[in-house]
Every structure is written in structure tokens, then in C-alpha cells.
């Protein structure tokens, strides 16, 4: 299952809200996650089953979608979330998608 | 708290092989299926293996079958990445990596990675 990303770059000020897509190549239902990493360090998993913050994650990340296309948004953003992000199917074994990277505007 | 602490990486010639560890800690490893992920320096994140609580079940990806072997020691909490005939593109940080809860589920625990380089 190939997993899509876009955009593969997105500008936006602190603040204000991002919404970052995934497309699969074919119907993997509910079964995504939506991973941070920052420079130097281990992703961090933010959401899965598509809309499930993971522990401790900010109710400032939602997700939504099923079947093959999905949202990971980011409402008012903080400086600590200028990242990148990767989803991630686990319809069969994991297949990462190529990363969005969030920059400040 | 949950703890994955990878080793073994370092700089090897093509060809050569390469034994990476996981020490795991503040879970129990024996209830968990485990994986590999690595992260080639600048790309994004590509899943390795998965091996089962028990060791029973291994999955590879295609870029490493046949050349990489998963196993774990469950006794000494530890898994490991047996990786053979290294090829320049296997350069990259190894993960281990936790799932939730069932060996298909998203990974909610990572190590820090080791650093592999395939280099002549």
C-alpha cells in the first residue's frame, strides 16, 4: 500500500491552522497514524484509528478520514509544532507515507 | 516508563554484516510483537521487520529479505536486527519501535536509533 502526502512543504504562522493530507492507494479503513519528528529525534506517534489522539497529545491535533483519504489538522499552531509529519497505514504492515514538513511562515 | 535503547551501529564496509541490539525496559517485552524502522539520513521513515510476542512470526520488508533476520531474547528483554551483505543503502538510523498494542497497531514507543553507515 503506498501511502501519499501533501504537500510535501507547508508555510504557516504561529497561530493559525494547518491541514496536512494523506491519500492511500487503497482502502486501509481506519487504520492510520499520524506521526511528529523532529530534528535529531524518534517520531512520536500523535494519532491512530484515523482520529485518536495518542496519550498526551494536545486536543490542538485532530485527525479525520477513513477508507483512502485522510486530515491530520492543527489548529493554532505552536512554535513546538514545526515539524515534520508522516502518516502511516497499518492496514498490513506498516507503510509510511514521505513526510509533510510544517515551517513557520 | 517505557525505555527502548538501541546499539550496536557504527560504520561497516558492503558486504559485511552488522548485529543491532534493543534493550527494552518498563514493559513487559514478552507481551509485545516488535519492530525495525529506519530512517535513511534526510528521507523519511521505512519500516524493516516485525516479529511476533513469541518469536514464532517474522515479516520483512522486500528491501531486506533474505539479508536481514529479526529474533529477540525475551529473557533478556532484548530484541535485535541480525542485518547481512550490507548495501550502501541500508545507510540509515535504525528504530525500535513498540506497537500499541497488537503487533499491527500504530508504534507508540521508540528508541533514540543507532546509526548504521555502509560505506567502503
Known amino acids: 500500500i503506498v501511502m501519499t502526502q501533501s504537500p510535501a512543504t507547508l508555510s504557516v504562522s504561529p497561530g493559525e491552522r494547518a491541514t496536512l493530507s494523506c491519500r492511500a492507494s487503497?482502502?486501509?479503513?481506519?487504520?492510520l497514524a499520524w506521526y511528529q519528528q523532529k530534528p535529531g529525534q524518534a517520531p512520536r506517534l500523535l494519532i491512530y484509528g484515523a482520529s485518536t489522539r495518542a496519550t498526551g497529545i494536545p486536543a490542538r491535533f485532530s485527525g479525520s478520514g477513513s477508507g483512502t483519504e485522510f486530515t491530520l489538522t492543527i489548529s493554532s499552531l505552536q512554535s513546538e509544532d514545526f515539524a515534520v509529519y508522516y502518516c502511516?497505514?497499518?492496514?498490513?504492515?506498516?507503510?509510511f507515507g514521505q513526510g509533510t514538513k510544517l515551517e513557520i511562515k | 516508563q517505557v525505555q527502548l535503547v538501541e546499539s550496536g551501529g557504527g560504520v561497516v564496509q558492503p558486504g559485511r554484516s552488522l548485529r543491532l541490539s534493543c534493550a527494552a525496559s518498563g514493559f513487559t517485552l514478552s507481551n509485545y510483537g516488535m519492530h525495525w524502522v529506519r530512517q535513511a539520513p534526510g528521507k523519511g521513515l521505512e519500516w524493516v521487520a516485525v516479529?511476533?510476542?513469541?518469536?514464532?512470526?517474522?515479516f520483512y520488508a522486500d528491501s531486506v529479505r533474505g539479508r536481514f533476520t529479526i529474533s529477540r531474547d525475551n529473557s533478556k528483554n532484548t530484541l535485535y536486527l541480525q542485518m547481512n551483505s550490507l548495501k550502501t543503502e541500508d545507510t540509515a538510523v535504525y528504530y525500535c519501535a513498540k506497537p500499541h498494542i497488537t503487533m499491527n497497531d500504530p508504534l507508540d514507543q521508540w528508541g533514540q536509533g543507532t546509526l548504521v553507515t555502509v560505506s567502503s
Open positions: 502511516q497505514q497499518n492496514n498490513l504492515w506498516p507503510t
Open positions: 516479529i511476533s510476542y513469541d518469536g514464532s512470526n517474522k
Open positions: 487503497q482502502s486501509i479503513s481506519s487504520n
